[in-house]
């Protein structure tokens, strides 16, 4: 497999704190690849080294096989989707996306604008400035503004975060179908579990400036490394230090068939959340288990006894 | 509310009242007057006074004032800008910094153009030291011409530009000079091209702040011009003492004053916000 972009042992640290703590990874060819953690796990400050806003003091990032580690961000063939899109106030949507191509002195701008305004639904907004368009708007043009520049690896900064709530689960789809589109490798840096599970061909889950996991969706969801893993992408029931996550746990009056195992509980609260049920109970030795499921037409009430059960095969299962 | 309002607005108000608009008015009347045989002044009323401003001894003076003022706005900008983009990327230096550039204010400007004087005059400090080196062997003309008066309004308008310039560029949105960067122009590019454009509404700030008061200048031209490089300033100034002719040296100041308001009402049209 052909990696576009390379982290070796990448190291970088703030007055004696560091930052991001020897991090490898590598990042395949056209995938869309995600950096998820905690705030302050790291995540930005390794975007930004990539994109040459800042140094690593040790280690190297090698892009399309050549180490850049010491170039500029100019110099590079990476461009950057910034938090709050970075859009030139002072300049309009079609000088936005020019910009680049201008600097890079390319032969054919105008076909090229053209055709990336199409690509982002732009079209017959050239002329307006940043502050004439909606949020939604903004974003497109900071994606048409760098991928126009057909960069080896397009870096986004957590690029729904400034989107409100609901425009962010249409938007979040339509950047992973014109990534798909386009082909041009994604890395991504998001904080929101949500959103890396659902974009992601790839996610590396980080932590205290360390790589913590890296793997599909799927994989880190179902086989978690780490407690830290596990408890980060979703909610996880410890039951005598097993992990079983809500949506795995069932509650049943009797007791049930074999092949699982269960305990004996007591229904604390009912929680509906529209879509399905939180069940709270908590067992003899004080542990509280949440169950996740479909509206109940017999819903348990507050202090029923109950025996909480769940397969073995759904059991976290660590890797080490 | 309302009442507490007008009571706040009232102490500003009455002085602006009583020690600008009146004493304005006032001006007003004398530049429509007639100077008296030996002092003061008196009737017929006259626009006599606004007539000789065009005598081209008068207006000559009035459009070098301006060229000057301009020149030395531009200087002060070519010299402002670095320092104030300095200043503004210094991190926690920037407040010493910003009191060193309002270091020169704690003394009197006719103190620190004295200084000048002892500075730049023949005996001065500079040519004594170059003479005494042997770079060379007759003082250098440094005082009481144009280079001098120019240089007198730079060094005594350069804080007036310098913190207009501060205060935009510390406001600016660093991502935006990254993402000039990121898409590929070197810093020079990012500086003509994204920084000094957005920094508009601090380079007519400060050109605003230095031209007025520098056109107006008659210390500068005066002390460090010793007379033989006056202003409008020194025009002005020399009707209401020397020459006694009041109403005249009303008349030219309201001519300075519109061409300074047609001048702003031109800058307002062209970056109206801008100037908020």
Redesign the interface.
């Known amino acids: 497999m052909a990696h576009i972009l390379e982290l070796r042992n990448v190291s970088r640290s703030y007055g004696g704190n560091k930052v991001v703590d020897g991090v490898s990874l590598e990042i395949e060819q056209g995938t869309l690849f995600s950096l998820l953690g905690p705030s302050g796990c790291g995540k930005t400050t390794t975007l930004r080294m990539v994109a040459g806003f800042d140094q690593p003091e040790s280690g190297e990032i090698i892009l399309a096989g050549k180490p850049i580690a010491h170039l500029r961000p100019y110099e590079r063939n990476v461009s950057t989707v910034f938090q709050n899109y970075a859009l030139f106030p002072h300049l309009s949507v079609r000088d936005n996306i020019e910009f680049g191509l201008r600097r890079k002195r390319a032969s054919d701008i105008d076909k090229r604008v053209r055709e990336m305004l199409e690509l982002v639904q732009l079209t017959g907004k050239e002329q307006r400035l940043p502050a004439q368009l909606s949020g939604g708007e903004r974003q497109r043009v900071a994606l048409a503004r760098s991928l126009v520049l057909a960069p080896d690896v397009l870096l986004l900064d957590e690029p729904l975060s400034a989107l409100d709530p609901i425009l962010r689960k249409q938007v979040r789809t339509e950047l992973q179908a014109l990534q798909r589109r386009v082909g041009i490798t994604f890395l991504m840096v998001t904080h929101d579990q949500e959103e890396a599970l659902v974009l992601s061909d790839q996610i590396a889950v980080m932590n205290g400036g360390r790589i913590e996991q890296v793997g599909t969706p799927q994989g880190i969801y179902m086989t978690p490394r780490t407690r830290f893993v596990a408890g980060f992408l979703g909610a996880v029931n410890w039951i005598d230090g097993i992990g079983v996550r809500p949506e795995a746990v069932r509650m049943a009056r009797s007791n049930p068939r074999t092949g699982s195992r269960s305990r004996p509980a007591t229904i604390e609260t009912l929680r509906f959340l529209g879509n399905c049920v939180h069940i709270e109970s908590r067992l003899a030795n004080g542990e509280k288990v949440v169950c996740e499921t479909a509206f109940d037409h017999e819903p348990f009430t507050p202090g029923e006894p109950v025996h909480v059960w769940w397969n073995v095969s759904d059991e976290l299962r660590f890797q080490q | 509310m309302s009442r507490l309002r007008t009571l706040f607005l009232l102490p500003g108000a009455v002085t602006m009242v009583l020690l600008f608009a009146v004493p304005l008015a006032i001006v007003f009347i004398y530049s429509l007057l007639t100077r008296g045989a030996y002092f003061g002044l008196g009737p017929p009323w006259t626009l006599d006074n606004y007539a000789r401003v065009w005598d081209p001894l008068y207006a000559g003076v009035l459009w070098r004032s301006l060229v000057e003022a301009g020149l030395a706005s531009f200087i002060c900008l070519v010299l402002g800008f670095p320092l104030a983009l300095f200043i503004s990327q210094a991190g926690p230096r920037k407040n010493l910094y910003l009191n060193l550039v309002m270091l020169p204010f704690w003394t009197s400007f006719l103190v620190r153009l004295y200084a000048w004087i002892f500075l730049l005059r023949d005996t001065g400090l500079v040519n004594t030291v170059l003479q005494n080196l042997g770079l060379i062997h007759e003082p250098l003309p440094m005082l009481y011409n144009d280079g001098a008066v120019m240089l007198g309004l730079v060094y005594g308008h350069l804080p007036f530009m310098v913190l207009p310039l501060y205060a935009t560029l510390e406001r600016l ?1 660093r ?2 000079l ?9 810093p020079w ?1 990012t500086l003509a ?2 920084t000094l ?2 920094c508009r509404p601090g380079i007519i700030a400060g050109t605003v702040l230095v031209f007025i008061p520098a056109l107006g200048a008659y210390l500068v031209p005066d002390l460090l011009g010793g007379g033989k490089s006056i202003m409008i300033g020194n025009v002005v100034q020399n009707q209401f003492t020397t020459a006694r002719d009041w109403p005249f040296g009303a008349a030219l100041s309201f001519a300075v004053m519109a061409v300074v308001l047609i001048l702003m009402a031109v800058l307002a049209r062209r970056g109206g916000e801008d100037l908020a």
């Open positions: 949105d991502n935006l990254e993402a000039s960067a990121d898409l590929g122009a070197r590019t091209l994204v454009p957005l």
